[in-house]
Nanobody, 124 residues
């Protein structure tokens, strides 16, 4: 069992930055590929970024590439999402996710554990 708890969401103006954190319980954190997803009102949950078990490899959605960066610290059982140059269309609930699948294959259907989500709102 892995429990994921996100933090760091909030309200920010367009062009601003936020850093999301996701703290994981348990001693098996490094066994999981980790990812971030988001869901805007009335839309399906979508992939944002993923990182390999040791943190050596990452992948980002085209919509956030160059603006968002995923990272992890296995010693702290934490995964991060640094979000820069935020846009109003980034407004959504952001979810942390853990999966036994390869990081490059993460999707909403192969997640083993989800966090409860944290709201990010970007004003224009």
């Amino acid at each position: 069992q892995v429990v994921l708890v996100e933090s760091g969401g909030g309200l920010v103006q367009a062009g601003g930055s936020l850093r999301l954190s996701c703290a994981a319980s348990g001693r098996t954190f490094s066994s999981y590929a980790m990812g971030w997803f988001r869901q805007a009102p009335g839309k399906e949950r979508e992939f944002v970024a993923a990182i390999s078990r040791r943190g050596a490899s990452t992948v980002h959605a085209d919509s956030v590439k160059g603006r968002f960066t995923i990272s992890r610290d296995n010693a702290k059982n934490t995964v991060y999402l640094q979000m820069n140059s935020l846009k109003p269309e980034d407004t959504a609930v952001y979810y942390c996710a853990a999966s036994m699948e390869a990081y490059s294959q993460l999707g909403t259907r192969n997640i083993d554990y989800w966090g409860q989500g944290t709201q990010v709102s970007v004003s224009s």
